[in-house]
């Protein structure tokens, strides 16, 4: 039996309990994918990372995200979460204030700001494209967005690896105040080959510049706590509408109406690539022991 590093994180959290947990191995070499997978359903986490070492000379790291169903070709959380696991157990080393993970998705620099407690990582997302603009009364948004005061954008489907639909309510108290049909919201995730549907509002909070909530259709049942991979779909679709904060950067809650308070940093820089990131902490750390 082969003992391996093994850390827990809440992720765009800088307290334990907030954000998003995440589970990290860091010594994932010579697991094969079934316990991988094994793993990943044995932690019950939204996620579950494995560090690999690097193939490509200029990456810092490898990493395979699965959630307890499936391998997943990206997402924001582990991949912003790892890094900082990786950090404070001082296996990788930023170069010019960057990370390169490499993985299904490709190589992406994740942007290193600050130490300690106070650091913030960021990784630029997969670019996320316009598949689709509707209108409320679509057959399949109908029931879903039933019951809910829509704001001034409309309805749109966007794919940055994941596919979610968004959508804009008229104020943050709608939002925290929304009854997520959750029938009407499978049924469009399984119609649309989506993730479901994603709420998002302004806010006047000096904190957050929006509230969102993601509302999960498939392939499970539930609404994620904190996504920085919905997130950067969203700041794509707002850089599209021209509908950006000043400066490109702004922060986001998420997660406080399924107990989990998290704050997700997003930047669009001049070149219109999406940042992802927030804090983290570390709940968790030991050795795992899974049979070989």
Partial sequence: MTRRRYVQLDVFASRAGDGNPLAVVLDAEGLDDARMQAIARWTRLPETTFVLPPVATDATHRIRIFSPRREVPFAGHPSVGTAHALLDAGLA???????????????LPLMVTGAGRERTIAVRT???????????????LRDALAGLPLGGLPPVLMDGG???????LASEADLRNAQPNWEAIVALAH????????????????????AVRAFVGAPARFEDAASGAANATLAAWLAECGALPDGGFYRVSQGRE??????????????????????AVAVVTGTLDWPD
């Avoid at 997969?126 to 399949?140: G, H, K, L, S, Y």
């Avoid at 994941?162 to 804009?168: K, S, V």
């Avoid at 399924?258 to 804090?279: Q, Y």
């Fill in 93 to 107: 080393a930023p170069r010019d204030g960057l990370l390169v993970q490499d993985g299904i998705a490709g190589k």
């Fill in 126 to 140: 997969p670019r996320a494209r316009v598949q689709e603009i509707a209108t409320p009364d679509d057959p399949r």
């Fill in 162 to 168: 994941r596919r979610w639909w968004l959508a804009e």
């Fill in 191 to 210: 119609a649309t080959d989506s993730m479901g549907l994603f709420v998002y509002a302004r806010s006047q909070d000096p904190v957050h510049y929006f």
């Fill in 258 to 279: 399924v107990g989990h308070d998290a704050i997700i940093e997003l930047r669009v820089d001049a070149g219109g690539d999406v940042w992802s990131g927030g804090r």
